[in-house]
């Protein structure tokens, strides 16, 4: 299975910008990819990013312009740019990959088997 470590985030004060990283190891298919997530205290965790196998790429409306993925070209390194960030994207963010990346538009799908520990994000109004 794979291996995914976050790191980065941290505190930043609204309209600033921080970003994460995830570096991925371990057994992983040549068609994985990894998408983004997120999880309030006392709510549901969220896609945030995400993208399929032609490289399109989704977030969700509510970061929509303000969050950008990307990854290294050999794809054990993936980050998330976070600017003009809210005191409501104070959050743990968490790397996850899918063996098989889905072709189409299931993004965050149920294929999510592995994940990283997370990574705290807090934004300072």
């Known amino acids: 299975q794979a291996q995914l470590m976050e790191s980065g985030g941290g505190s930043v004060e609204a309209g600033g910008s921080t970003s994460v990283s995830c570096k991925t190891s371990g057994s992983m298919s040549m068609s994985y990819c990894v998408g983004w997530f997120r999880q309030a205290p006392g709510k549901e965790r969220e896609g945030v990013a995400d993208?399929?196998?032609?490289?399109?790429?989704r977030y969700a409306d509510s970061v929509k312009s303000r969050l950008t993925m990307s990854e290294d070209d050999n794809k054990k390194a993936q980050y998330l740019q976070m600017d003009s960030l809210k005191p409501e994207d104070t959050a743990t963010y968490y790397c996850?990959?899918?063996?098989?990346?889905?072709?189409?538009?299931?993004?965050?799908?149920?294929?999510?088997?592995?994940w990283g520990q997370g990574t705290q994000v807090t934004v300072s109004p």
């Open positions: 996850a990959s899918e063996d098989r990346c889905h072709n189409g538009g299931d993004y965050w799908g149920n294929d999510f088997a592995d």
């Open positions: 993208t399929n196998s032609d490289g399109d790429v």
